[in-house]
Every structure is written in structure tokens, then in C-alpha cells.
């Protein structure tokens, strides 16, 4: 298969490579990504690390189109744990199952995902999700191939936008199993497009962003907020700076299970104001919600004092809070229960206006 830097102007349904970092221009990320140089290369990709990561285009093409991904084991060193797992769509239509790669124990490996099979000619639009949190491993998305050409329409933002920054409960942690299940942390039983974050973005026909990691806080010392928070990619750049090119429109804080256990309830509500603070910071002029409740609300009464000492809903800084469920695997909240945390939040937000 040809490898092309260059899109061809006249489509002759060859097969071609087409390397990602070189075609952005045809391509819709959304989420916080970055160029990476590929192993051993001097090629470019484009990282994917974090949960509901998206990249969508419109091709020009048929029969079949993959994905090269390079993936790469970190502090993960079983590789089944390692797996990442993917939601595509086809025109518009969720393709059954879960594809998903898996590498070897090294540092890094190639795979291939197939994004679509036995496509008729003509054009069509090709979208794709990671399921997985950063914790899951990092990875790098090398080229597109396929019988065809990407078209310089590629899909169009959504009027709105929303970034969602949680811990376990935002990455689905267990969502797809029960209590008392073996190893409910595993990527095969996580989905985060199957938690509130995700499924809230599809009622309202809303852009996502996600920002989350497992036994992640807001006020826990060990993991700064600020420094976390900052950050462009966890696991692929840790240390890199975040530059935002798309302010949302809302940013849904999900966090205070694990501050619950983890701090002095005292400092919940200073600590609060810092994390409103450092989201205000990128975006002055977003809607800030605090959702919280999925897992308990043993520190709402803080929580809610520091939202007040931030302006409250004069400021455009809102509370809701979510029913608990602990019926997934883990004590998490389950499918389920995300499904109506979602059905909660997207009414919270009508009703409030903010939608």
C-alpha cells in the first residue's frame, strides 16, 4: 500500500497510507491531543490518550478503511492489561461489539483496528472513540488506509461544547460489570461512552471533551489538580503544557469521592475555590457545573460552600447533584446508573439555561 503525505486532487480508489499528523486539516479531533515522533521514525502521529478521544473524517473511498495505531506499555507491564477499546460509528450508525488492540510486553507495539468493512463507493463518514482512560496506556495514531480519499469536509463542530473532568466514575471505571466481579478495573469492563459524561453530550448533540483518571481529586496532594489539569496528555507527555484552541461552553467537574477519604474535610472547601480558579483561568468564560452524588455526597455541604465563595450562580457556577449507585463492578456506578445520571444532568442544564 502507497503512503501519501499529499492527498491526491483525483480519486482513483487506489489503495494508499495516508500518516495522520499528516492530513489534520481533513481530520475532526476533539479532546486534548498532540503530535508525538513515532518510535524509531521520523514520522509524526497523533496521540489519543485520553477517555472519549475523537477524531472523525469524511471519505471518498470503498471496500475496507483501518487505523494504524502504535501503542505502548507504561506502568501497566501485563499486557492484558493494556487493552484499549473503541466505539465507531459508520455514517452516523454505532458498529456492534467492542474492536479493541491489545500490544505485546514491550515498549511498543503496531496495531491495526478496522474502522470499517466492505464499504459500497462513494463517500461516507468515519468516527472514532477511545473508551479507555490514560491509565489504560498511551497510544499514537499513525495512518489511515484505505481505498479512497479523505475530503477537506470533515465533519463540523457542534454548537455546543462540553469538557468533563472526573476520576474513576467519568472513566467508567467498572460500568460494565457488577459487584464482586474479578478485576473490575479492567479495560474490558470500563466504557467511559457509556457513563453520564458521554451519553449527556449525545442528548444534547454536544461536543465532548474528557478529562479523567482514576483515583483522581480535586484537593489530594499526591496528584496537584493544577498540575493534572494542565496537562495536554497524561501518560503520552506528562509535563506538557495544555494550550486550548476551543473554549467550551460548559465544564462538568465530576470529583470528591476520593477527596471524601483521602483529605482533611476541612480544606474541601478552600479547596474547591482553587480547582474553580484553575478551570476560570483557561476558560474565563465558561459555565462551570459541579455534578457529584454518583458515589455518595459525604462532602457536599464543603463542596457547596466553595462554590458559594466563588459567586455562586451569579458567577455562572452551578451544583447538581446525581443520584448514587453503587451496582457496578467495583462499588462503582454501573451502566445503568449512569444512564440516569445523564437523564439528571441534561435536564439540570435545561433548566438552568445553560443549554
Not at 53 to 80: H, P, R
Not at 83 to 101: E, H, L, N, T
Not at 173 to 184: F, I, T
Not at 306 to 326: F, M, P, R, S, V
Request: aromatic share 8%.
Amino acid at each position: 500500500m502507497k503512503t501519501v503525505s499529499v492527498v491526491p486532487t483525483i480519486n482513483d480508489y487506489s489503495a494508499r497510507s495516508y500518516p495522520v499528523a499528516d492530513i489534520c486539516d481533513y481530520l475532526k479531533l476533539c479532546g486534548r491531543y498532540d503530535k508525538l515522533p513515532l518510535p524509531d521514525s521520523d514520522q509524526m502521529g497523533i496521540t489519543m490518550d485520553n477517555a472519549c478521544n475523537y477524531m472523525g473524517f469524511v471519505a471518498d473511498c470503498e471496500g475496507d478503511v483501518t487505523l494504524d495505531i502504535n501503542i505502548y506499555i507504561d506502568q501497566n507491564k501485563d499486557k492484558s492489561m493494556c487493552a484499549r477499546y473503541f466505539s465507531i460509528y459508520v455514517d452516523g450508525v454505532k458498529q456492534p461489539g467492542r474492536p479493541y488492540i491489545i500490544g505485546a510486553s514491550k515498549e511498543h507495539t503496531d496495531c491495526t483496528l478496522t474502522l470499517a468493512s466492505g464499504l459500497e463507493k462513494g463517500k461516507h463518514l468515519i468516527e472514532v472513540y477511545r473508551q479507555n482512560e490514560p491509565l489504560k496506556g498511551a497510544m499514537i495514531l499513525k495512518s489511515i488506509n484505505m481505498k479512497g480519499v479523505p475530503l477537506i469536509e470533515k465533519p463540523a463542530d457542534k454548537d455546543l461544547y462540553i469538557e468533563f473532568v472526573g476520576d474513576s466514575i467519568t472513566a467508567g471505571y467498572g460500568n460494565l460489570a457488577v459487584k464482586g466481579v474479578e478485576n473490575p478495573g479492567h479495560a474490558k469492563n470500563s466504557d467511559a461512552t457509556s457513563t453520564y459524561a458521554f451519553l449527556t453530550a449525545q442528548a444534547l448533540n454536544a461536543d465532548i471533551s474528557v478529562l479523567c483518571r482514576s483515583g483522581m481529586g480535586f484537593s489530594l496532594k499526591s496528584i496537584p489538580f493544577d498540575d493534572y489539569y494542565t496537562q495536554t496528555c497524561l501518560v503520552a507527555r506528562p509535563g506538557k503544557k495544555y494550550v486550548s484552541t476551543r473554549e467550551p461552553d460548559i465544564v462538568v467537574i465530576n470529583l470528591g469521592t476520593n477527596d471524601n477519604v483521602r483529605t482533611d474535610i476541612s480544606e474541601i472547601t478552600e479547596y474547591t475555590q482553587k480547582a474553580i480558579k484553575t478551570v476560570r483561568d483557561f476558560y474565563p468564560n465558561c459555565k462551570i457545573v459541579w455534578a457529584y452524588g454518583l458515589m455518595g455526597i459525604h462532602i457536599e455541604k464543603e463542596i457547596k460552600a466553595g462554590l458559594e465563595k466563588c459567586g455562586g450562580e451569579a458567577n455562572n457556577i452551578y451544583y447538581c447533584q446525581l443520584k448514587t449507585d453503587y451496582s457496578g463492578g467495583g462499588g462503582h456506578t454501573s451502566a445503568t446508573g449512569h444512564i440516569e445520571g445523564a437523564k439528571d444532568l441534561t435536564k439540570f442544564l435545561k433548566i438552568k439555561g445553560l443549554v
